[in-house]
């Protein structure tokens, strides 16, 4: 059985075809295109899924930055401006022929990570990107949560420095505008690749307090974070990350939190969006 997976980011779509032990057998990618243009960008996407071999697949899966509504129906991502309730999921079903489920993309990775990557066999964890932005997903006694909205798992706004630097969302001191690359560049005035190691250690110390609520909130033992900030700081973002959770996580239950990185390396996004339609096809 195999599955196609697509994940839409604010700087690349891909789309692949996925067999259900999650080896991706054929994948393309292409940049998003830039400006206001909804049927662009969604002929752009239908142009990767056209040039993949659908046949014999089951089902679509996608990963899809938020905000959305329930099941995709229509996606706003933050970092594509040319989508704005958008009908994604629908449109993509009518183009597919396929039964097709949407989710956030960070939650999509959770459901990657629970699946084949570093949170396999866990039952409780917390799955994070840490890159331009912040993001995560959490599964909880072996179920991805969902929340009111679908939003569970926003983990990019755990306030880490009480009136602290404004956040995109409006609020002051957020993991997000603290911690997030695109914070590190407007503190540092260079790209975050380029941060100094005091930043890094910084860095790894606010996620670290950010999942250090989640474990004391939550009890959920293990935080598997990925994103280009969090693997590209590795050596010095997870020891500083792992002391500030050792410090703040100090109940019988939270003491022991883990903080490793991810284990899908680049294959994250289509290995978790391929997650998503296996999880529901299943139901
Ligand atoms: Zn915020």
């Avoid at 072996?142 to 009136?163: C, K, M, Q, S, T």
Wanted: proline share 6%; hydrophobic share 45%.
């Amino acid at each position: 059985m195999h599955v196609v997976a697509v994940d839409i980011g604010g700087t690349k779509l891909a789309a692949g075809v996925v067999r259900d032990d999650g080896t991706i057998v054929d994948q393309l990618a292409a940049p998003t295109p830039a400006g206001t243009d909804a049927e662009a960008l969604f002929a752009t996407l239908t142009g990767l899924l056209d040039g993949l071999d659908r046949s014999g697949a089951t089902a679509v899966g996608v990963g899809c930055g938020g905000p959305m509504t329930p099941g995709g129906e229509a996606v706003s991502p933050l970092n594509i401006p040319a989508w704005r309730g958008f009908p994604l999921r629908q449109r993509l079903a009518a183009h597919c022929a396929l039964p097709v489920w949407v989710d956030n993309d960070a939650k999509a990775l959770a459901r990657g990570e629970g699946w084949i990557g570093a949170a396999r066999g866990a039952r409780d964890f917390i799955a994070m990107v840490v890159s331009t932005g912040i993001g995560g997903g959490i599964v909880l006694d072996g179920r991805l949560l969902d929340g009111a909205g679908g939003n569970a798992g926003h983990i990019g706004h755990v306030i880490v420095e009480p009136d602290g630097r404004e956040c995109g969302c409006g609020a002051r001191g957020c993991a997000e505008a603290e911690a997030s690359g695109g914070a590190i560049a407007r503190i540092t005035g260079r790209p975050p690749a380029q941060a100094p190691v005091e930043i890094r250690v910084r860095t790894g110390t606010l996620v670290g307090r950010a999942i250090a609520s989640v474990a004391n909130l939550l009890d959920v033992p293990l935080a598997v974070v990925s994103g280009s900030v969090a693997l590209g700081y590795g050596e010095t973002f997870f020891p500083a990350a792992q002391a500030e959770v050792d410090a703040r996580c100090r109940l019988d239950f939270s003491r022991g939190t883990r903080v490793v990185p991810g284990g899908l390396g680049a294959d994250g996004p289509l290995i978790g969006a391929a997650a998503v339609a296996l999880a529901n096809w299943r139901q």
